[in-house]
């Protein structure tokens, strides 16, 4: 289908790729594994699913209520491929964004990824149905960053929220696809050691589930984020994740490798919130 043509709002079906349990807790080594050892033990366990095109009803989805929510966030980056700009424009923008969106007390970004399978050197887009903390490694982030103020923000609510942004639009190749939080359980996720040569960290994979509902919002613009909810200490009823890839979008043949930045962040909230 020729890409001036493509539909503004359409389902799709693709293959999602999620982790069979096994005896052994699966690990990634990111650096030279030991000698023996491979650098990924997981087992692979693909499937066809519907993706729902959630373009049209931006409004109904919500950190809390799905795990994650599309907003409009105008940027005055010039170059992200500049770390320095990156830096130094980017992360004030996305912590005066998540300060006034979430009601948030203090945000701080700890780090980034720009992503583009077309240029040599940068990270191509994840196939693994994935997210990126687990109950136990998610609070060590907070010991990680913020230094003897850990103790005392530890006593609140805290989460950690990953900030999606195209940087060429509209995204037509690898969309991201995010699974709803109603329709999964605590008990789908397969906690996965993520190894570096100086730390070992841990990630959360997913087992299959036939109930898992899918949605991705179709030909993203670079003034449009998804807000990713990775980890929220509440545990109240709201959404504390969702776990999400991305997939092979069969209406995008013939389009530019997609290029995305995600800036992964520290949220704290006020006490009794």
Request: hydrophobic letters at 35%.
């Amino acid at each position: 289908m020729p890409l001036d043509i493509m539909p503004k709002a359409q389902n799709v079906t693709a293959t999602l790729h999620y982790l069979k349990r096994g005896a052994e807790k699966p690990a990634r080594y990111v650096t030279e594994p030991p000698p023996g050892v491979p650098r990924w033990n997981g087992i692979d366990d693909p499937h066809a699913v519907t993706i729902e095109d959630a373009r049209g009803r931006e409004a109904e989805f919500t950190l809390d209520r799905n795990g994650f929510a599309l907003v409009k966030a105008p940027t005055a980056v010039r170059d992200f491929y500049s770390g320095d700009e990156v830096k130094r424009v980017y992360y004030p923008e996305v912590e005066r964004l998540l300060l006034e969106t979430l009601g948030a007390s203090r945000v701080f970004v700890f780090d980034h990824n720009v992503r583009n399978a077309g240029r040599p050197g940068m990270a191509e887009p994840s196939r693994r149905v994935h997210n990126d903390h687990t109950v136990n490694s998610a609070p060590r982030r907070v010991y990680d960053h913020m230094g003897e103020d850990a103790e005392e923000l530890l006593k609140h609510r805290f989460g950690v929220v990953n900030v999606w942004r195209p940087l060429r639009g509209p995204v037509l190749d690898s969309p991201l696809a995010l699974c709803d939080a109603r329709s999964f359980s605590d008990d789908d996720l397969i906690a996965s050691d993520l190894v570096y040569s100086h730390v070992r960290g841990e990630t959360s994979s997913v087992e299959f589930r036939p109930g898992h509902r899918w949605f991705y919002f179709s030909q993203m613009q670079p003034d449009e984020v998804v807000l990713i909810r990775v980890h929220d200490s509440a545990d109240d009823g709201r959404a504390r994740l969702s776990f999400h890839t991305s997939f092979e979008n069969p209406l995008a043949a013939g389009a530019p490798p997609r290029e995305s930045i995600e800036v992964r962040t520290l949220v704290f909230f006020p006490p009794g919130d």
